[in-house]
């Protein structure tokens, strides 16, 4: 699979990373180890997961569901040292408190790892800002899991860009670890000025400018927003509804007609030909949704179509 930088690293990850909140809940078990099977057959390493997934989705859901099964999975498959794996903290679930403190982190991170049967997570992320704990505080707690070799590269999700320059100088005002990459809700199509998307928080052009400016990779999740691109049973949320999505739909088939490839396909070939790319995390439930997804590495647009993309709308 194609490789893209993460951040300022050094490192190269695949550039479509495997989201797996559904493992182990909504995807059962053999579901799961297929779409697991499928994408590394592809090639593919780099697999996102977090503490709390997914125990909202099944009943008396206990959190740890997706680590668990990755677990599982690694150790069955022997594939541990040929993977890149992505965790979180930050939001609750059952038996931990939503939060950034030192000592939720430390205690996280002990139960990912057991979780998923690893020594390292190698991409761990604040999952959800936490305005009620000083900066300093959670970057030290990050920097401490990172000189312990318990975690590689930190990264932030579902943070503004005035606070992540507030981390950043923490980090190098005290030569602590920086995040390197950034998790933010992005598509193709754009939810209203005033919409409400609960705890997510959206990747703008002040983000991007940000991002392209520090050297952090912006990560897309939400990509396919629910399947609405290709699924006719899928309605487009209230938010994102109305004459730009109209409008943006319209050039997205257009393009798809002209390269021979699917809606979504050229959504997630659009976020990697953006400057600068966007890595898309997707997700599957059956062996066509995974290889239509897969397909995107190989569509290519033209400047013109990007230009046509990219000026839709509004």
């Known amino acids: 699979m194609k490789t893209m930088p993460l ?44 503490n709390g ?3 909202w989705l099944i009943e008396n859901g206990q959190g740890g ?11 069955e498959r022997g594939n541990r040292d040929q993977l890149f ?21 430390e205690a996280e991170c002990e139960k990912s790892l057991k979780r998923l049967g690893i ?10 800002d936490d305005y009620d704990t000083p900066l300093e505080e ?35 005002t005290n030569d602590w670890a920086e995040y390197c990459c950034l998790q933010q809700r992005y598509s193709y199509l754009r939810p209203g ?33 629910g399947g609405v691109f290709t699924r006719s049973d899928r309605p487009l949320r209230a938010e994102y509804a109305g004459p730009d999505s109209d409008a943006r739909l319209k050039a997205l088939n257009e393009v798809a007609q002209e390269t021979g490839a699917t809606p979504s396909q050229i959504v997630l070939a659009w976020m990697l030909h953006s400057t600068p790319a966007v890595l898309p995390l997707i997700s599957a439930s059956t062996p066509e949704t995974m290889q239509d997804n897969l397909g995107a590495l190989d569509v290519s647009l033209s400047d013109d179509q990007m230009e046509r993309l990219n000026t ?3």
Request: proline share 1%; charged share 20%; glycine share 10%.
């Open 193 to 225: 000025p005033r919409a409400s998307l609960g705890n997510h928080v959206l990747a703008t052009e002040d983000i991007f400018d940000y991002a392209q400016r520090r050297n952090i990779t912006v990560l897309a999740f939400s990509a396919m927003l």
């Open 85 to 105: 794996i992505a965790s979180k903290v930050g939001f609750g679930y059952p038996g931990a408190d939503r939060g950034l403190k030192a000592e939720q982190i």
């Open 53 to 55: 997934y997914a125990h």
């Open 7 to 50: 951040g300022f690293t050094g490192v190269e990850v695949s550039a479509l990373c495997l989201g797996t909140m559904q493992f182990g809940t909504k995807n059962d078990r053999a579901t799961s180890y297929q779409m697991l099977d499928q994408y590394t057959g592809a090639g593919g390493t780099f697999l996102d997961t977090a």
């Open 138 to 172: 959670t970057m030290q707690a990050f920097d401490k899991l990172v000189q312990a070799g318990k975690v590689r590269f930190i990264g932030a999700s579902n943070y503004f860009s005035w606070r992540l320059e507030e981390a950043h100088w923490s980090s190098i």
């Open 312 to 314: 839709a709308g509004a």
């Open 119 to 128: 020594e390292t997570i190698d991409l761990y992320y604040a999952h959800k």
């Open 65 to 75: 569901e997706s680590e668990t099964l990755l677990g599982e999975w690694m150790r």
